[in-house]
């Protein structure tokens, strides 16, 4: 369990990384990307206060691609052929306008420092998506996995708990006579004879039945929970209540609460 839930946090944990990884990639990439295009484009523009403008709307529209591959690949999505353009011609928009004016002035030198921020940036946003997928496979098999393990522990704990529970025989016979408990007593009668003479009849306790299809019944209901049935299909499927597979639902809960 220990070793399960370790590499649960540390998917997560290595996941987070590899998101903020990106950003700042992201964040240094158009910063790079808006000072080394501006003077391009405002050489080419009536309007030189505006040369900043149209790094600004490619590196926006490379940031809402990535962003919506982001939330894409955590549920193991893909944004399909038009994201994948999209993404690819945002990438190469950002690359011309940072390696154009090299180029035209044949400074190849020049061409090759001003691609490796685009091409990182473009390389990034095609590795991430596929990182992402991979972390939440690994967390969604972990996850069940712990799961299983910890309602295995808990039904083993309560069959313990139980056992440990039962009254010895000689108790059980001690108290047969009491009139009050706080058991339930079935509705079968005898009959004492009082000091006065005559009979009185009266309930006695008899030993509780059913307890195996009662752990049958919660071994249904934790194998239900795994397999995410919501608590009416799963009373539905195993014939009881659905308040009492709602009960034993927040049981396991507050058992995966602790172990988390």
């Known amino acids: 369990m220990t070793d399960v839930t370790y590499e649960l946090r540390s998917i997560r944990r290595t996941a987070k990384v590899v998101n903020t990884m990106l950003w700042l990639i992201v964040s240094v990439a158009v910063f790079y990307s808006l000072m080394t295009s501006t003077p391009l484009v405002a050489s080419h523009s009536q309007w030189e206060w505006s040369g900043w403008a149209l790094g600004v709307l490619t590196d926006a529209a490379f940031i809402l691609s990535i962003t919506a591959d982001a939330v894409l690949s955590k549920h193991g999505m893909k944004a399909g052929p038009w994201g994948t353009g999209f993404r690819w011609v945002t990438g190469f928009s950002s690359l011309f306008l940072n390696a ?64 440990n529970a039962k009254p010895n025989v000689t108790n059980a016979v001690t108290k047969e006579s009491d009139a009050v ?7 079968a009668r005898t009959k004492a004879t009082p000091a006065g003479g005559g009979t009185v009849e009266g309930k006695y306790k008899q030993p509780r039945k059913g307890n195996a299809q009662s752990e049958k019944n919660k071994e249904a209901i934790q194998k239900a929970f795994l397999d995410k049935l919501s608590a009416t299909e799963a009373a539905e499927k195993i014939g009881v209540s659905r308040s009492y597979v709602s009960q034993q639902y927040k049981k396991i809960r507050e058992e995966l609460d602790k172990a988390a």
């Open 181 to 187: 408990t706080n058991t339930p007593v079935s509705n």
């Open 100 to 163: 154009w004016s090299s180029f035209s002035e044949g400074d190849w030198v020049g061409v090759a420092i001003h691609s490796i921020a685009p091409a990182i940036l473009i390389c990034a946003a095609e590795v991430a998506p596929s990182y992402r997928r991979k972390f939440k496979e690994l967390e969604v098999a972990l996850t069940r996995k712990s799961e299983e393990v910890t309602v295995t522990q808990a039904l083993v704990t309560r069959k313990s708990n139980t056992s």
